[in-house]
């Protein structure tokens, strides 16, 4: 960050940070996971973040009061995250409660008395250092996705993967609503958004791969995602019978041929793409 000492290698070439900052006084600087910093690292950042200015190994005094210094940790995420999702099962039973139709309300915000209860201490007992929180300027907190949200990271996944095909392969690929549903389902609050890129590559991807290996598929077609739900539709959200996501062919006159790819698992390197 600052430079070696006087004596030690590379005492003359100055710090990474520093020299960055010398050409760069009003830039955006982000310590991510700063958790997993070393107790000297916060030393130094208590001078930068109190004065504004940084002193590197050659005793040269860097201003960097325009710059703006953004910090990432996943500290208190599990505390934060079931929080969350409390605060938005409660709204949504509310909603329910007074009538107000289907629309539920999914913008919640983190109150300042859990702030205080739960996240400080949490704080507190990694950093061991008052000083160093009472620096920071602003805290955000990221909360768990909501429904319209996870669909939206669902959609552009899909249009990710689906301008792919049609580039490399032209294939076109369209999908059913319900198959955002379906994907959006895959979620899980510890891993965040891979979670969801996961889950279309594991369901929607290794299976076109699996497809054009076997030659199901060939430059050209059209091709269809829908949703396959047990005979019994009242347990489609049984844990036991998951409903599955069908590859269909789209053959002439729009009639649409499912594809069997049987067991579809693909190594990571993705073959079709």
Known sequence: ??????????????????????????????????????????????????????????????????????????????????????????????????????????????????????????????FRRDEFLGRINEMVYFLPFSRPELLSLVTKELDFWSKMALNRHDIHMTWDKEVLDVLADGYDVHYGARSIKHEVERRVVNQLAAAHERELISPGCSLHLTVSYPKDKNRRNSEEVAPTIKLQLIKEGKKKVDIDVGNYFVPDDKLFF
């Open 1 to 126: 960050m600052i430079g070696a000492p006087p004596g030690y290698i590379g005492h003359d070439q100055g710090g990474q940070l520093t020299k960055k900052l010398k050409e760069c006084p009003n830039a955006v600087v982000l310590f991510d996971e700063v958790d997993k910093a070393h107790p000297d690292v916060l030393t130094v950042m208590l001078q930068l973040f109190d004065e504004g200015r940084l002193t590197d190994g050659q005793g040269k005094t860097i201003v960097c009061k325009d710059a703006i210094f953004v910090m990432t940790s996943n500290l208190a995420s599990d505390e934060i995250a079931n929080h969350a999702l409390e605060l938005r099962r409660e709204a949504k039973l509310a909603a329910e409660q007074r009538q107000e139709g289907d629309e539920v309300s999914e913008k919640v915000t983190i109150s300042r008395n859990f702030k205080e209860r739960v996240v400080q201490p949490i704080l507190k007992l990694h």
